[in-house]
């Protein structure tokens, strides 16, 4: 799991500094088109990433247990006032 996570910062951080560099030059040949398909698809990535951590701790970590308990305290929790 912190191979997954050192893995997210080292894109995240490879994102951020070639990000300013390309967003200058891209302008200058190709104006904004495009730009929102992938910003679109890096929020989808990183969204794919946290679903993954939290998987990985679900499974792995225990957290399984915690979940399990919390589904059945909300459930408990419906069902008493039906």
């Keep these: ?3 997954l ?21 891209d302008a200058e040949r190709h104006g904004d088109a495009g730009q929102a398909t992938v910003e679109y698809a890096l929020v989808l990535l990183g969204a794919a990433l ?3 951590l939290v998987v ?9 247990g915690k ?5 059945d305290r ?4 419906v069902l008493s006032k039906v």
């Design 67 to 71: 979940i399990g308990r919390l589904f």
């Design 5 to 25: 996570l050192a893995l997210m910062t080292r894109v995240h951080a490879w994102y951020l500094t070639g990000q300013e560099r390309d967003a200058e030059r």
């Design 74 to 77: 909300v459930l408990d929790a």
């Design 56 to 64: 990985a701790w679900a499974t792995a970590g225990g957290g399984a």
């Design 50 to 52: 946290v679903a993954l």
């Design 1 to 3: 799991m912190n191979a």
